[in-house]
């Protein structure tokens, strides 16, 4: 078995929820930002993961994730929502008909995101843990 090519999966799964956690943070911590240096609203974010090329077979892709030439990088691309008007009309930032553009961001929906990349995190850890404590017991009956 190639341990390697397994911590450097659970690395890499690690890494894209440390990223999806950073996200989420930011779009909760921006949900009322109207004015960013661009000129409008704060455009919330999203991390995507690509995946490797290739056939769609499982078996084949097991294949491809055993290399690490098929992990890939991550992408972090803005949302493409519109963004909610409110009525509020003494707002600096309020349009000639008084409403505000607030970013679209459900801090719900980012908290349910954040608790699940916190749990795959914590699954990858449980994966890297259990490929570490594989490799130790085959050096222990190899030594024998």
Same mark, same amino acid.
């Given at each position: 078995?190639?341990?390697?090519?397994?911590?450097?999966?659970?690395?890499a799964g690690m890494?894209?929820?440390?990223?999806?956690?950073?996200?989420?943070?930011?779009?909760?911590?921006?949900?009322?930002?109207?004015?960013?240096?661009?000129?409008?609203?704060?455009?919330?974010?999203?991390?995507?993961?690509?995946?490797?090329?290739?056939?769609?077979?499982?078996?084949?892709?097991?294949?491809?994730?055993?290399?690490?030439?098929?992990?890939?990088?991550?992408?972090?691309?803005?949302?493409?929502?519109?963004?909610?008007?409110?009525?509020?009309?003494?707002?600096?930032?309020?349009?000639?008909?008084?409403?505000?553009?607030?970013?679209?961001?459900?801090?719900?929906?980012?908290?349910?995101?954040? #608790?699940?990349?916190?749990?795959?995190?914590?699954?990858?850890?449980a994966a890297l843990?259990?490929?570490?404590? #594989?490799?130790?017991?085959?050096?222990?009956?190899?030594?024998?």
């Amino acid at each position: 078995m190639n341990y390697l090519a397994a911590f450097e999966i659970s690395a890499a799964g690690m890494s894209f929820e440390r990223l999806r956690v950073n996200v989420a943070a930011a779009n909760i911590a921006n949900a009322h930002t109207t004015r960013t240096a661009s000129g409008g609203p704060y455009r919330p974010l999203q991390a995507l993961a690509a995946s490797a090329p290739g056939p769609s077979a499982f078996e084949s892709q097991m294949t491809l994730a055993a290399h690490t030439s098929a992990l890939r990088k991550p992408v972090v691309v803005e949302s493409v929502l519109a963004p909610r008007l409110v009525h509020e009309p003494g707002h600096p930032d309020a349009n000639e008909r008084g409403f505000v553009a607030y970013p679209n961001i459900n801090p719900v929906t980012e908290m349910v995101g954040l #608790m699940t990349a916190t749990r795959a995190y914590e699954a990858n850890v449980a994966a890297l843990n259990a490929t570490r404590s #594989m490799a130790q017991k085959a050096l222990e009956i190899g030594g024998r």
